[in-house]
């Protein structure tokens, strides 16, 4: 099966899905990424004394790193402004999502869950974008992909270093998927790609908070119990 991961920065899809990716490309799976930002306007620039367009390459080539470790079949990077999704015109970021989805043809779309998990509008805008684009390439496309999976996490009694996180209930998560060490390390590995960020990973408590269990949400579908694989019932787990 293949899967395109869509998110707004560089170090999103290691900051939790990381291990499910992992898992996908293990099994044989073919893995996808697109993230609409280089993320140079992190605050964290300012510890090196770093220009948006600086920070931008940096992490771009951090990215590039990251796509090698976890042995993402594809990534594509775009250059669009990083905390500036919300004035963008939307038709324009939907245009964007449409010809790259149309391009990979995936069998199964994830992005963030509503609550964005930091809450971050660049990850608000991001669901929004790709939600409504899947809903539309479902109405006019034979090859559309079949699920929108949104990435979340499940309750847990320990916090998410200093951050405040959003999470999803049990009632709205429908796949938990399992991880093994071997998928733990690779995510491990991914994040220390990210060499400029490593104070805030660790702040962050990203592996110890995701743990051996990565969350999903299916958007218009339900599973109860949860489904373990994000490709149950369409032809291939």
């Not at 940096?58 to 919300?86: C, H, I, N, Q, Y």
């Not at 790259?100 to 971050?120: E, K, L, M, N, W």
């Not at 491990?188 to 990210?194: Q, T």
Request: overall charge negative; charged content about 25%; some cysteine.
């Amino acid at each position: 099966m293949r899967v395109l991961y869509i998110f707004p920065h560089p170090d999103d899809e290691s900051f939790g899905p990381a291990p499910a990716i992992a898992s996908q490309i293990r099994r044989g799976h073919e893995v996808f990424l697109l993230t609409y930002t280089r993320g140079g306007a992190t605050k964290v620039r300012h510890d090196y004394g770093y220009s948006i367009e600086q920070m931008g390459k940096v992490r771009f080539e951090e990215m590039l790193d990251v796509a090698k470790v976890l042995s993402l079949t594809g990534m594509k990077v775009l250059d669009l402004p990083d905390s500036g999704l919300k004035e963008m015109d939307p038709q324009v970021l939907e245009e964007i999502t449409e010809e790259h989805i149309r391009t990979i043809q995936p069998d199964v779309i994830v992005t963030y869950a509503v609550h964005g998990i930091s809450g971050f509008h660049d990850h608000l805008v991001s669901h929004a974008i790709v939600k409504r684009v899947f809903c539309k390439l479902r109405k006019e496309w034979d090859r559309a992909p079949k699920r929108l999976a949104l990435f979340t996490l499940a309750p847990t009694d320990m916090e998410g270093g200093k951050f405040r996180l959003h999470t999803s209930n049990d009632e709205e998560i429908d796949c938990a998927v399992p991880v093994l060490p071997g998928d733990i390390k690779k995510a491990a590995g991914a994040l220390d790609c990210y060499r400029t960020y490593q104070n805030v990973i660790r702040e962050a408590k990203v592996l110890e908070r995701t743990g051996d269990t990565i969350y999903f949400e299916f958007f218009q579908e339900e599973y109860m119990p949860h489904v373990s694989c994000l490709f149950h019932d369409l032809g291939s787990e």
